[in-house]
């Protein structure tokens, strides 16, 4: 099989596959292959590095607290960045009322608001 080089992203059949052409200095620096399930893949060249095949890296995890339970016949689901401040909202909840809400540690990517 042979290959040519390629001017415009136009000229890439890959049915269900979306490209990107990232150019520097009208030289093509890096190219970026995302399929229908989103799945990516990019392609990049360095001055230093050389060819470099990468995927997305997974979000750094960070853990958080939601408070959860039922109170009054109401689903509670509130979240809390820090654990004594859960512990805060669970305790004047449950001197009001008696209830099963209770603090529960979540794993959230780091840079989703929570």
Do not use: C, W
Not at 29 to 38: E, F, H, P, S, Y
Not at 48 to 54: A, D, N
Not at 77 to 91: C, I, L, P, T
């Amino acid at each position: 099989m042979e290959f040519t080089s390629i001017k415009n992203k136009s000229e890439i059949v890959l049915k269900g596959v979306t490209v990107e052409i990232e150019r520097h200095d009208s030289v093509i620096r890096a190219i970026t292959l995302t399929d229908a399930d989103g799945n990516v893949l990019k392609i990049n060249h360095g001055d230093y590095s050389g060819l470099k095949v990468m995927v997305p890296t997974k979000p750094k995890q960070v853990e958080k607290f939601a408070v959860k339970g039922n109170l009054l016949g109401i689903n509670v689901n509130e979240q809390f960045d820090d654990k004594f401040e859960a512990e805060q909202r669970v305790n004047e909840i449950n001197r009001k009322f008696d209830t099963d809400v209770a603090v529960q540690p979540v794993m959230v990517d780091e840079d989703v608001p929570f």
